[in-house]
């Protein structure tokens, strides 16, 4: 890198500019939708209702028209509905209207009427036409009548402009406090700077390589929401451990600059490529989850960590050689910048050995009696209370609720062939859960199929809607689907939490793996992956007595659903353990290169402490910093996200990383780092000490 300076800060210059250029358009391009099970009987329903049936899918829009002081028949209500309906027509990816009707979208005393919007296109276009005209169906209503869209679409739609609207106030909050504490890390503001413009560089070239991929596949917004906070996260993290051996090198042993970044790729560069190796198989896994919005919001994240990657190891030992000693400018007076060894850390690692019994045990007792919570976890899809209490497609719901019922948001939509509808229409008006259902509906071309729309009894969130599904599915003729906006919902967590399991067991065999091949150890490869499951059970322990229980509901500014939601345990089981694995490369290649050059288990322990233990502090404590800033604003999901990942890096870095792993690492002695003579035939050569 530093002999080819030229082509490396060209080729840097291109990306960034080259993709940097569409990054703005990234909230704008991404998509909202895909939260669906592929392969499930209600995306099925879905589409066959979007090509048979007039876009009548679970995607369309409802435009929700209501009047406080009289039918609609009367005063504004007959110039709304007709303006409402006008500029549904006047929409190209609306396939067509339908007019409120008696019995059905029209309520008995007739102040609130369903205006239908079918869709058009598909789902992930629909929540894009929802944001382009949801402003205007707004502004139709009149001072005694009020027009509120709502439904799938308008959630998501209402949904990322809340999130996006949190995300950048997150980012202003935690910008001035990572700031402040890299510049105590480092004690110099240049030196400060630097991980925060290599992790820019690599986010404006990972937001504009998402929307050129969107042009192929739809990408979840979310995607770039995840990407812009764990790359944030990690690209300083990297940059940290990498610049603190630099300085040691080039200022603390004197050796020249281009000796200073050899020595600080052949130590720190390696770990910071398994590092990230490990993070990208963590994050693959979640690839086996059969959903387009995991799938996008995975691929997403992996972009963004390839790019801060690429930065880390090309960009930052060019920048680290041209700066050379003026990385130490605006330094604090009290710094020294060649010290690299922590006589505290060092002091912490000689009490750890002294005492490991009494630290160790306390730590897994604090860890359990977090983790205990866990055992009465709940999950389920997010509800309408993600979002906030004045959005359109809430206020749209609950009238609807008041008007024809608590089920009536989640109206089911069964698909059945047309000799079949009647049958199917007995099963549907005998079953207990079903409030109601309409005359079958025949399709609108040619197909011998039939639409039949059923009201269940209670709301779309309730448990209870999901055995009236099964019990449904087990009813109903062969040839019907069932489907609707609330049953996708209960497919997906089915696929989830069917697929959770097999995506853990696969992140955990995948990063022993790695661990092993990078350590050459299988005791302390096992125990450093296994010590990871702590702090993640920890962390949902604590997000169970938050988000399902409600404590520091009122603090946290949020209104508890009862549960978790559903896609939590998995995503973020795979970014934690990324996270975790993260300080646990750190650590152990640290300990590993002590104990190649000392051959004592003393010394690896207590000089893994002493070298790497100040970067795992500050590095866990921007982690900290950045996700709690998640958990104070926005809606309910960035909040999880915020407290699950801020709480288990807390854990993680501060008990697990810096207490139990040395005291495993105590514990265990030279059989730690023990390999089999088979073993070290089949693995390849991979050591840490440089030179």
Same mark, same amino acid.
């Given at each position: 890198?530093?002999?080819?300076?030229?082509?490396?800060?060209?080729?840097?210059?291109?990306?960034?500019?080259?993709?940097?250029?569409?990054?703005?358009?990234?909230?704008?391009?991404?998509?909202?939708?895909?939260?669906?099970?592929?392969?499930?009987?209600?995306?099925?329903?879905?589409?066959?209702?979007?090509?048979?049936?007039?876009?009548?899918?679970?995607?369309?829009?409802?435009?929700?028209?209501?009047?406080?002081?009289?039918?609609?028949?009367?005063?504004?209500?007959?110039?709304?509905?007709?303006?409402?309906?006008?500029?549904?027509?006047?929409?190209?990816?609306?396939?067509?209207?339908?007019?409120?009707?008696?019995?059905?979208?029209?309520?008995?005393?007739?102040?609130?009427?369903?205006?239908?919007?079918?869709?058009?296109?598909?789902?992930?276009?629909?929540?894009?036409?929802?944001?382009?005209?949801?402003?205007?169906?707004?502004?139709?209503?009149?001072?005694?009548?009020?027009?509120?869209?709502?439904?799938?679409?308008?959630?998501?739609?209402?949904?990322?402009?809340?999130?996006?609207?949190?995300?950048?106030?997150?980012?202003?909050?935690?910008?001035?406090?990572?700031?402040?504490?890299?510049?105590?890390?480092?004690?110099?503001?240049?030196?400060?700077?630097?991980?925060?413009?290599?992790?820019?560089?690599?986010?404006?070239?990972?937001?504009?390589?998402?929307?050129?991929?969107?042009?192929?596949?739809?990408?979840?917004?979310?995607?770039?929401?995840?990407?812009?906070?764990?790359?944030?996260?990690?690209?300083?993290?990297?940059?940290?451990?990498?610049?603190?051996?630099?300085?040691?090198?080039?200022?603390?042993?004197?050796?020249?600059?281009?000796?200073?970044?050899?020595?600080?790729?052949?130590?720190?560069?390696?770990?910071?490529?398994?590092?990230?190796?490990?993070?990208?198989?963590?994050?693959?896994?979640?690839?086996?989850?059969?959903?387009?919005?995991?799938?996008?919001?995975?691929?997403?994240?992996?972009?963004?960590?390839?790019?801060?990657?690429?930065?880390?190891?090309?960009?930052?030992?060019?920048?680290?050689?041209?700066?050379?000693?003026?990385?130490?400018?605006?330094?604090?007076?009290?710094?020294?910048?060649?010290?690299?060894?922590?006589?505290?850390?060092?002091?912490?690692?000689?009490?750890?050995?002294?005492?490991?019994?009494?630290?160790?045990? +306390?730590? &897994?007792?604090? $860890?359990? %009696? !977090?983790? @205990? /919570?866990?055992? #009465? *976890?709940?999950?389920?899809?997010? =509800?309408?209370?993600?979002?906030?209490?004045?959005?359109?497609?809430?206020?749209?719901?609950?009238?609807?609720?008041?008007?024809?019922?608590?089920?009536?948001?989640?109206?089911?939509?069964?698909?059945?062939?047309?000799?079949?509808?009647?049958?199917?229409?007995?099963?549907?008006?005998?079953?207990?859960?079903?409030?109601?259902?309409?005359?079958?509906?025949?399709?609108?071309?040619?197909?011998?199929?039939?639409?039949?729309?059923?009201?269940?009894?209670?709301?779309?969130?309730?448990?209870?809607?999901?055995?009236?599904?099964?019990?449904?599915?087990?009813?109903?003729?062969?040839?019907?689907?069932?489907?609707?906006?609330?049953?996708?919902?209960?497919?997906?967590?089915?696929?989830?939490?069917?697929?959770?399991?097999?995506?853990?067991?696969?992140?955990?065999?995948? +990063?022993? &793996?790695?661990? $092993?091949? %990078? !350590?050459? @150890? /299988?005791?302390? #490869? *096992?125990?450093?992956?296994?010590? =990871?499951?702590?702090?993640?059970?920890?962390?949902?322990?604590?997000?169970?007595?938050?988000?399902?229980?409600?404590?520091?509901?009122?603090?946290?500014?949020?209104?508890?659903?009862?549960?978790?939601?559903?896609?939590?345990?998995?995503?973020?089981?795979?970014?934690?353990?990324?996270?975790?694995?993260?300080?646990?490369?750190?650590?152990?290649?640290?300990?590993?290169?002590?104990?190649?050059?000392?051959?004592?288990?003393?010394?690896?322990?207590?000089?893994?402490?002493?070298?790497?233990?100040?970067?795992?502090?500050?590095?866990?404590?921007?982690?900290?910093?950045?996700?709690?800033?998640?958990?104070?604003?926005?809606?309910?999901?960035?909040?999880?996200?915020?407290?699950?990942?801020?709480?288990?890096?807390?854990?993680?870095?501060?008990?697990?990383?810096?207490?139990?792993?040395?005291?495993? $690492?105590?514990?265990?002695?030279?059989?730690?780092?023990?390999?089999?003579?088979?073993?070290?035939?089949?693995?390849?050569?991979?050591?840490?000490?440089?030179?």
């Amino acid at each position: 890198m530093t002999t080819h300076r030229r082509l490396v800060a060209g080729i840097w210059v291109v990306l960034v500019l080259g993709l940097g250029i569409s990054a703005p358009k990234v909230e704008h391009n991404l998509s909202g939708a895909g939260w669906q099970a592929d392969g499930s009987d209600s995306v099925a329903a879905r589409e066959l209702a979007r090509e048979h049936f007039e876009g009548n899918t679970s995607s369309a829009i409802q435009v929700v028209v209501h009047s406080d002081d009289a039918p609609l028949t009367e005063g504004d209500g007959p110039a709304v509905l007709a303006d409402v309906t006008k500029l549904l027509e006047d929409e190209d990816r609306i396939s067509t209207v339908i007019a409120p009707m008696p019995g059905a979208t029209l309520s008995e005393d007739g102040r609130t009427a369903v205006v239908l919007a079918g869709a058009g296109v598909d789902t992930n276009e629909m929540v894009k036409v929802a944001t382009d005209i949801k402003e205007e169906l707004g502004d139709l209503g009149t001072a005694s009548v009020e027009v509120n869209p709502t439904g799938a679409s308008l959630l998501w739609s209402d949904f990322n402009e809340a999130n996006l609207s949190a995300m950048l106030k997150s980012e202003m909050l935690s910008w001035p406090a990572t700031m402040a504490i890299l510049v105590l890390a480092f004690g110099a503001l240049v030196a400060a700077g630097l991980p925060l413009t290599l992790t820019l560089a690599g986010l404006a070239a990972s937001a504009g390589s998402l929307v050129l991929l969107n042009e192929l596949m739809p990408i979840s917004i979310w995607a770039m929401n995840f990407a812009m906070m764990f790359a944030l996260a990690l690209g300083i993290d990297y940059a940290l451990f990498m610049v603190v051996r630099f300085r040691a090198a080039r200022m603390g042993a004197q050796v020249s600059a281009s000796r200073a970044v050899a020595e600080m790729m052949d130590t720190a560069g390696k770990a910071v490529l398994l590092s990230g190796l490990t993070v990208l198989i963590s994050l693959s896994a979640v690839m086996l989850v059969p959903s387009p919005s995991f799938r996008s919001m995975a691929g997403g994240i992996m972009i963004s960590v390839v790019f801060i990657l690429a930065a880390t190891l090309t960009l930052l030992p060019l920048v680290l050689f041209k700066l050379d000693h003026r990385i130490n400018k605006f330094a604090l007076p009290w710094v020294k910048t060649g010290e690299h060894r922590s006589p505290a850390f060092a002091k912490w690692g000689e009490h750890l050995w002294r005492r490991p019994l009494a630290w160790g045990i +306390g730590t &897994l007792v604090v $860890l359990i %009696a !977090l983790a @205990a /919570p866990i055992m #009465s *976890l709940k999950t389920a899809m997010p =509800s309408i209370k993600v979002l906030p209490s004045e959005a359109s497609a809430r206020v749209g719901y609950d009238v609807v609720k008041e008007a024809f019922g608590d089920g009536a948001p989640g109206t089911l939509q069964v698909v059945v062939e047309a000799d079949e509808a009647d049958e199917a229409a007995k099963v549907l008006t005998a079953d207990r859960g079903v409030a109601g259902a309409m005359p079958a509906m025949p399709a609108t071309d040619d197909s011998d199929l039939a639409m039949i729309q059923a009201v269940p009894t209670v709301d779309p969130s309730d448990p209870a809607l999901s055995k009236t599904v099964d019990r449904l599915r087990a009813d109903l003729p062969d040839s019907a689907l069932v489907g609707g906006a609330a049953v996708e919902n209960l497919d997906l967590k089915a696929q989830l939490d069917e697929s959770t399991p097999l995506v853990i067991g696969v992140i955990l065999v995948l +990063g022993f &793996l790695l661990l $092993l091949v %990078a !350590l050459q @150890a /299988p005791l302390i #490869s *096992l125990l450093g992956t296994l010590a =990871s499951l702590l702090s993640t059970a920890a962390a949902f322990g604590v997000a169970k007595l938050i988000f399902q229980d409600g404590h520091l509901s009122g603090m946290l500014g949020f209104e508890s659903q009862g549960f978790l939601d559903a896609w939590a345990p998995v995503f973020f089981f795979a970014m934690i353990f990324a996270i975790a694995m993260d300080y646990t490369v750190f650590l152990l290649a640290s300990a590993k290169e002590h104990y190649e050059k000392s051959g004592d288990p003393r010394e690896a322990m207590v000089g893994a402490l002493a070298h790497s233990g100040r970067v795992i502090f500050a590095a866990g404590a921007v982690m900290v910093a950045v996700f709690f800033t998640f958990a104070i604003s926005g809606p309910i999901p960035p909040k999880e996200m915020g407290i699950v990942l801020g709480v288990a890096v807390l854990l993680d870095a501060f008990l697990v990383r810096l207490v139990l792993l040395p005291v495993l $690492l105590r514990l265990t002695g030279k059989a730690a780092w023990w390999t089999p003579n088979w073993l070290k035939k089949a693995l390849p050569p991979i050591t840490f000490s440089h030179g």
